[in-house]
């Protein structure tokens, strides 16, 4: 009995041996865990399962969804007409006023226009910029003019010192931009100036002229010397939908002019606008550089306008900055900005009489639509004002 009770337990033994023995292999065989994903890997799966979609946020607090909120571009606005622009800013004429309205009709309206009148009269318009000579002719036609005539209302005498500005100005002189494009070649406008001339403002001012008036306008940001000029520009572009053209910053302005005028080409835009960099008239360098702009830009067509833009409130001083620049690269027209802030609003005269350049905008405050088209009989009338004649201009 003993005998079978010994056996029954070393086949019991056997079994459990065996059985541990299939088992444990089979346990060593299970999978080890994956190892961890590194940023690499984790980029890559992402770059193939392709963007992230991501559910509405909760509000921690309320478990309410939270949607994010919506992207919203800012919407393009529509400039202000250029029509009529300068007699609704005649008031911003305010400083030039006093010398103009108040000054010399007040000493025309003298009762004995003797020489120390005159001699006033000469001074007023010369202390406004009027310049020497322009003020001779002025004061001598008028001289003529109310000796001839016998004058003495208020305005009888208003309208003979208007008609006298308007003629200094030059009413014949051509003041239109040439804005068109020729030959599916878009026109282009080179913007240049001084430092401090407030130029990339008034470049971003004249695109929001030219898109008032119909056309679509293209951007160079050619001044690569300042990283915010270019920043500058583009801000002024994207308020009226219009693309600007920049380079890395210290690129090649002939370069960046270049590709800004191809790119006119390719998109069939009516108008490209070139903002160069400032510079001083006097450094040799800086205005060899504006004329090889001119050069390169020319390759692919000619320019049609060269605009400079002038501060007012630097008087006589413009003269030659404007002389300079006209040697370089043929000034076509010129923006006279700051005329709000001057008493000087003779410049004008003393610009087209001097180099026989055309005044075609004026800038009257810092307005986004403060610059307006240059109109002569518009703006001797803002020039002379209300006051001194008692009647509404």
């Not at 306008?217 to 600007?244: H, I, K, M, P, Y």
Request: charged fraction near 25%; proline fraction near 6%.
């Amino acid at each position: 009995m003993a005998e079978y009770l010994v056996l029954a337990l070393v086949l019991l033994g056997v079994l459990i041996v065996g059985t541990v023995g299939l088992v444990v292999p089979r346990l060593r065989r299970r999978p080890e865990p994956p190892l961890p994903r590194t940023e690499v890997d984790t980029r890559a799966e992402e770059d193939l399962a392709g963007p992230p979609v991501e559910a509405p946020e909760s509000d921690l607090s309320t478990g309410v969804l939270v949607e994010p909120p919506p992207v919203i571009e800012a919407p393009v606005e529509v400039p202000e007409p250029t029509a009529g622009r300068l007699v609704r800013l005649r008031s911003r004429l305010s400083r030039s006023q006093n010398v103009f309205g108040k000054g010399l009709l007040g000493l025309l309206a003298r009762d004995h226009l003797d020489e120390d009148v005159w001699e006033e009269i000469e001074d007023s318009l010369i202390t406004a910029d009027v310049g020497v000579d322009a003020t001779r002719d002025i004061v001598d036609r008028l001289r003529e003019r109310t000796r001839v005539l016998g004058t003495r209302s208020a305005a009888e005498l208003r309208a003979l010192l208007a008609a006298e500005l308007v003629n200094a100005l030059d009413p014949s002189l051509d003041r239109s931009l040439r804005t068109a494009p020729k030959d599916g070649v878009p026109a282009v406008i080179l913007v240049v100036g001084v430092n401090g001339a407030g130029k990339t403002t008034t470049c971003g001012k004249i695109a929001r002229v030219l898109v008032a008036d119909g056309r679509s306008v293209l951007l160079g940001a050619a001044d690569t010397f300042r990283a915010a000029a270019a920043d500058q520009l583009e801000t002024w572009g994207s308020r009226v939908g219009a693309e600007t053209v920049r380079g890395p910053e210290a690129a090649d302005p002939a370069s960046v002019a270049f590709d800004a005028v191809k790119r006119g080409i390719d998109t069939g835009v009516d108008t490209v606008l070139i903002d160069t960099a400032g510079r001083l008239q006097n450094k040799v360098g800086l205005m060899d550089e504006l004329g090889k702009v001119k050069r390169v830009v020319e390759k692919q067509g000619p320019i049609d306008e060269t605009l400079l833009i002038l501060d007012a409130t630097t008087g006589q001083n413009g003269l030659e900055q404007a002389r300079v620049f006209t040697e370089v690269v043929n000034v076509t027209g010129v923006a006279l900005t700051k005329l709000d802030g001057t008493a000087k609003g003779g410049i004008v005269i003393a610009v087209q009489r001097k180099l026989g350049i055309p005044v075609k905008l004026v800038g009257l405050g810092e307005g986004k639509d403060d610059l307006a088209p240059f109109d002569p009989a518009q703006f001797v009338d803002a020039l002379l004002g209300t006051e001194a004649t008692g009647r509404d201009a």
